[in-house]
């Protein structure tokens, strides 16, 4: 498994962003965990944020450019690390239920083998996510 820990450029650069994009992009790259949106509104109400349509608006373009990813069993989002996985169709985290660590985690075999059991079924994946639930190496150490 390939785990990273990077930002990178996804063919976007904060310049190509929206005053509130790029305000919502920050709030989640400096961010040590993933954040709901209420959390982020609450942290941008100084930069003129005041309902939260705006910060799922902001949302929804960086999940589209693949600069976010929305973790669902959290319901929260988180700027990805990862170099490259715009190109992959599956994406997978490792979500620590005891510190909220979250670690993006990318392998072709994981991929390649999802794809395979899809088209078994004659279903054709354009993308997947998966979650994975458990305890960090830090956490289990405890």
């Given at each position: ?13 904060p ?19 993933p954040l ?12 003129g944020?005041?309902?939260?349509l ?25 700027a990805?690390?990862?170099?490259d ?6 994406i ?14 990318s ?8 794809r ?27």
């Open positions: 498994m390939n785990q990273q820990n990077h930002s990178h450029d996804h063919g976007r650069t310049s190509d962003l929206t005053k509130n994009q790029s305000l919502v992009f920050g709030a989640l790259s400096r961010a040590e965990g709901s949106a209420y959390t982020i509104l609450d942290q941008l109400r100084d930069d944020f005041r309902a939260p705006q910060v799922y608006r902001a949302l929804d373009k960086l999940v589209e450019t693949g600069m976010v990813h929305r973790l669902e069993s959290l319901n929260a989002f988180v990805c690390r990862h170099p996985c715009d190109s992959h169709e599956t997978a985290f490792a979500i620590c239920e005891t510190c909220g660590k979250v670690t993006e985690i392998d072709e075999a994981l991929e390649n083998r999802l395979d059991l899809a088209r078994e079924d004659g279903f054709t994946v354009k993308r997947a996510v998966v979650e994975l639930r458990g305890l960090c190496a830090g956490c289990s150490e405890r």
